[in-house]
């Protein structure tokens, strides 16, 4: 039984549409599980809207474990635009960030890191 011009083309069309499907349901799954969790305290230091076409708020979290200590820097990503106003209100105070990590996103459009703030809380200095 020969291959047809049309049935080569009905596979061609198949195995595009099947290789979208599984890369879709790879970002959906890697977005919405998550690696880790938890919580990290610090400095609100900086927070904006970067991309080119794909905009996503990024920031830094300056994190300070013993006075006198070099700060290390915590570097987040903000996806819901209701926590990225909460953050920026809270830009410059000393805040505890509630993140998850989502490891394998393939490209910088979801965002510049892995870390994914879902909600900050305001600490007494």
Request: proline share 5%; charged share 20%; hydrophobic share 45%.
């Amino acid at each position: 039984m020969p291959i047809t011009k049309p049935r080569v083309i009905t596979l061609l069309v198949a195995t595009v549409a099947a290789i979208a499907i599984l890369f879709c349901g790879y970002i959906a799954l890697a977005l919405n599980w998550s690696y880790s969790k938890g919580e990290r305290a610090g400095f609100l230091q900086k927070v904006s809207e970067k991309g080119w076409i794909c905009k996503t708020w990024e920031g830094e979290l300056s994190l300070v474990a013993l006075p006198g200590a070099a700060p290390e820097k915590f570097l987040f990503t903000i996806r819901d635009q209701a926590v990225a106003k909460l953050v920026n209100e809270a830009a410059g105070k000393r805040v505890a960030l509630a993140y998850e990590q989502h490891q394998g996103l393939p490209t910088s459009c979801f965002g510049d890191t892995d870390y994914f703030v879902v909600g900050i809380k305001e600490l007494n200095p």
